[in-house]
């Protein structure tokens, strides 16, 4: 990282003394919320807003095994302060602080959770982020939003790298044909240790739910402005997978960036800039709206 990467953003923010302070704050203490008696607690960090500032909050959607404190989530919470917003941010059951065993979680699961704290800890319209799985799950709690007559709580979409329906689409195409056995047979497999990290379980309520939950392959409704960022070199979500969602999304509006030497990650100062960028993009269309 060099001192010379410079972006001016809405109340003068400058990347580069964010991104260093970033790295000399004391981490927040998470709270802990509950969907329901029984359910696992989901532990959270929110920054409220200054009273005065009326653009959208954001809310953060991690990935698959991530967490809240990664550097986008990271981002998103110094970008608040400095503009001054409202920042939400979590973790699924099973991921990070929060209560519950990852084997026994769904994508339908992690989306009921998100849109519990979402009614509960938001207020006005949101700016969504989703990263890799938080791309599907901020899709379907559009979904669930507009159900409910709640499609207004949706200032607008930043889905970065969005693996929607990778559990069909992604994954399972590449298990060996011995391990998609396995998985039907047991209802588990431990996927091994690897160069990303620690070895986790693929369930087969996993793959079940996530085909009940698919998207692609009709038109998807988000009834808000969605920008969508996706690294050409990511070997997780290709980007032509990001296209094909672009397709699906017909009836809103919809923008791509493709960054050619971007990973799947798009955890760069450059990347953070773009994702700056796109959420100032979405801060002018929801100030425009009527």
């Not at 996927?191 to 009940?212: K, V």
């Not at 038109?219 to 969508?228: D, G, K, L, M």
């Amino acid at each position: 990282m060099t001192d010379d990467i410079r972006a001016e953003g809405r109340g003068g923010m400058n990347l580069t003394r964010t991104l260093r302070q970033m790295t000399q704050i004391a981490p927040q203490e998470a709270a802990l919320f509950s969907t329901g008696p029984g359910a696992p607690r989901l532990a959270w960090l929110a920054r409220p807003a200054r009273a005065e500032n009326a653009v959208p909050g954001l809310v953060w959607l991690g990935g698959f095994r991530s967490d809240m404190r990664g550097t986008k989530a990271e981002f998103l919470d110094s970008l608040a302060e400095a503009q001054g917003r409202a920042c939400l941010r979590f973790d699924y059951s099973g991921h990070g602080e929060s209560e519950g065993d990852f084997a026994e979680a769904t994508i339908g699961l992690w989306a009921e959770q998100a849109l519990a704290i979402f009614r509960a800890l938001t207020k006005g319209p949101q700016i969504v982020i989703g990263s890799s799985m938080g791309g599907w799950i901020a899709l379907l709690l559009a979904r669930a939003l507009a159900q409910a007559g709640e499609a207004d709580r949706l200032a607008g979409m930043v889905l970065i790298a969005p693996a929607v329906d990778f559990t069909e689409a992604l994954i399972w195409p590449q298990l060996p044909e011995a391990v998609r056995r396995t998985i039907e047979s047991k209802g588990v497999w431990m996927r091994p240790a690897n160069a990303y990290g620690e070895g986790y379980p693929l369930t087969r309520a996993l793959f079940e739910d996530g085909r009940a939950n698919s998207l692609l392959g009709g038109e998807i409704r988000t009834w808000c402005p969605v920008s969508i960022l996706q690294g050409m070199a990511d070997p997780d979500v290709p980007w032509r997978h990001a296209m094909r969602l672009v397709e699906s999304l017909a009836s809103d509006p919809a923008t791509i960036t493709l960054v050619k030497d971007g990973d799947h990650r798009l955890s760069r100062p450059q990347d953070l800039q773009a994702l700056q960028r796109a959420i100032e993009y979405l801060d002018g269309a929801a100030a425009a709206k009527p």
